[in-house]
T-cell receptor, first 115, second 114 residues
């Protein structure tokens, strides 16, 4: 019954590899997000999609490419992984009305370690 | 200056104590505010919204001072289970009918002890 689920939970890989993280939500929300939490615990928005359309792109290197096949799924593909990409990546969703009361529901995170 | 600033702590308090966390934000146009809770190695979860008039949810009280751009969270009668990191969150804009851009503070860590 997980509301926002992402896989894998852990991802260990070598520099230069390409990897993907998948996210799915069963809340019926229209908007999904990717957030990155670095080693200093700073949680920063990367992307947001609403009904499969990109609406937020926060100056993220173009090695990161989100893909939303439908409004319940938002995947993140990362090319040519670098050491600095090591972090916890959280997927989140919200109803998608925008506005001051928009609340986010997060997945359990993917711990990415680049060696 | 960071958009949202919090004292990282840790705040170590005994069970039953009252503890308060503060947060300041830099964007005066920010429209809404929240406290999220994050347990170690877990995802953030919404604790409560923060309203201008102040609001309470059980042992938790949130206050907002727009003039000083300051948000607070008060926890009364602390429990061991309150041990977590508390994230101050500011909604700094939205796209009507689509999404909101939430900015998270780095959090204040609380450790409640016996």
């Amino acid at each position: 019954d997980t509301a926002v689920s992402q896989t894998p939970k852990y991802l260990v890989t070598q520099m230069g590899n390409d990897k993907s993280i998948k996210c799915e939500q069963n809340l019926g929300h229209d908007t999904m997000y990717w957030y990155k939490q670095d080693s200093k615990k700073f949680l920063k928005i990367m992307f947001s999609y609403n009904n499969k359309e990109l609406i937020i792109n926060e100056t993220v290197p173009n090695r990161f490419s989100p893909k939303s096949p439908d409004k319940a799924h938002l995947n993140l593909h990362i090319n040519s992984l670098e050491l600095g990409d090591s972090a916890v990546y959280f997927c989140a969703s919200s109803q998608g009305r925008g506005g001051p009361d928009e609340k986010l529901f997060f997945g359990s995170g993917t711990q990415l370690s680049v060696l | 200056r960071k958009e949202v600033e919090q004292d990282p702590g840790p705040f170590n308090v005994p069970e039953g104590a009252t503890v308060a966390f503060n947060c300041t934000y830099s964007n005066s146009a920010s429209q809404s505010f929240f406290w999220y809770r994050q347990d170690c190695r877990k995802e953030p979860k919404l604790l409560m919204s923060v309203y201008s008039s102040g609001n309470e949810d059980g042992r938790f009280t949130a206050q907002l001072n727009r003039a000083s751009q300051y948000i607070s969270l008060l926890i009364r009668d602390s429990k061991l289970s309150d041990s977590a990191t508390y994230l101050c969150v500011v909604n700094r804009g939205w796209w009507a009918g689509t999404a909101s851009k939430l900015t998270f503070g780095t959090g204040t860590r609380l450790q409640v002890t016996l």
